[in-house]
């Protein structure tokens, strides 16, 4: 049975739960009317992301993130439309938690589950309407370039749930080369936004690092790590203070090379495929310098570029439950059979 509310409206319930931050929010008929977000402070102590901690947390989190996503949006449990949630890919135990609870939410409720692909839903956080917001989101085909702690891709997007992978990192993802080059530099986890920070103040051409050479559209980024670590290894043994003395310049450096890189094919795919309309997804695209350089690349080659709002690049539920708003519209629900998968393709 598909429940509905007074006034027939479509309110979705989205549920993020794929790595370490446990999410809940309420679109309406495309509108968003709560997007809460509990981040989890008890990995920074590791340096990553500790997968029995992540699922422990998200348990504590999940009940008190809804109740508080439903209670801003001002709507109750038994008039949402339908549940979406994160099936994958991601962690197991936490995908688990989150695929848990849609489960005793849809059973309580009536409310049919929508299985959701945390990849596709990055892709169209572009389509979250906010009130009192102007509108504009990319048409249809679009580039995205996907950039997260564990994807580096370049999606064509042909319509809403129709998406082609052109290219994507044979190892390291973006977002894991500035987090695991920020450790190296002593800074904590995550290391991408104090990269991001510290690399305002410094020079980005004070240091050159190996860009990779790999085919078509696909992105490396250890050969990076590894060519930043062997650098300051041996910088240290002239040096001891070299790291807290060129901090800035190491990350702007940094920070232009991971940019370079990844420009490079961006650009390289709107030339081939003759698509002009570039979008950019998943928590890398936080970076400023990523923004600024994209901006510039825009305006060079005639882009139509599309940044999403901050609190849309990073984990969040929002995208999910704007991904169910869409496969709500086409009928595609999922059952009580439903399991998270750790891997999943942007097609599925
Ligand atoms: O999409 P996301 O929230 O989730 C995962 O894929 O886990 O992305 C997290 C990644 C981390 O690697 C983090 O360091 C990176 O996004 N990140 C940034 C910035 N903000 C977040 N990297 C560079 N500059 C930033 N401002």
């Not at 070299?242 to 490079?264: G, M, P």
């Not at 690049?313 to 998270?340: C, H, L, R, S, W």
Request: charged letters at 20%; hydrophobic letters at 40%.
């Amino acid at each position: 049975m598909i429940s509905m509310n007074k006034e027939n409206d479509i309110l979705i319930l989205g549920i993020e739960s794929s790595c370490d931050d446990t999410s809940a929010s309420v679109i309406k008929n495309g509108y968003l009317l709560s997007n809460i977000i509990a981040g989890q402070k008890v990995h920074e102590a590791y340096g990553g992301v500790v997968p029995e901690l992540a699922s422990r947390a998200h348990q504590q989190n999940i009940v008190p993130v809804v109740d508080q996503a439903l209670k801003q949006a001002g709507v109750l449990p038994e008039e949402i439309t339908a549940i979406a949630f994160t099936r994958g890919p991601g962690l197991l135990g936490s995908l688990l938690v989150g695929t848990s609870f849609a489960k005793g939410f849809s059973l309580a409720t009536g409310a049919p589950m929508i299985d959701i692909n945390h990849l596709q839903a990055h892709v169209l956080a572009h389509f979250i309407q906010e009130y009192n917001t102007p509108y504009d989101p990319p048409k249809f085909p679009f580039l995205c370039l996907l950039v997260s702690g564990g994807n580096s891709q370049i999606i064509v997007v042909k319509d809403y749930l129709d998406m082609e992978v052109l290219g994507q990192t044979i190892d390291d993802a973006a977002g894991e080369a500035f987090d695991k080059c920020a450790k190296v530099m002593g800074l904590p986890y995550p290391g991408g936004p104090f990269v991001d920070r510290l690399a305002k103040e410094g020079n980005p051409d004070a240091f050159k690092f190996s860009k990779p050479r790999i085919p078509n559209f696909d992105y490396s980024f250890s050969g990076l790590k590894t060519s930043f670590l062997y650098y300051l290894r041996d910088q240290l043994k002239e040096n001891e203070n070299f790291i807290e003395e060129r901090k800035a310049d190491l990350c702007a450096s940094l920070q232009k090379t991971i940019i370079d890189i990844l420009l490079d094919k961006l650009v390289k795919a709107a030339k081939e495929t003759g698509i002009r309309e570039i979008t950019v997804a998943g928590g890398v695209s936080a970076n400023s310098g990523l923004r600024e350089a994209l901006m510039q690349t825009a305006v060079k080659y005639r882009w139509k570029m599309h940044i999403p709002k901050f609190a849309f690049t990073t984990d969040n539920a929002a995208m999910i439950a704007i991904t169910g708003y869409f496969k709500y519209q086409k009928g595609e629900f999922t059952g009580m059979d439903a399991v998270p998968f750790a891997r999943m393709d942007i097609r599925v």
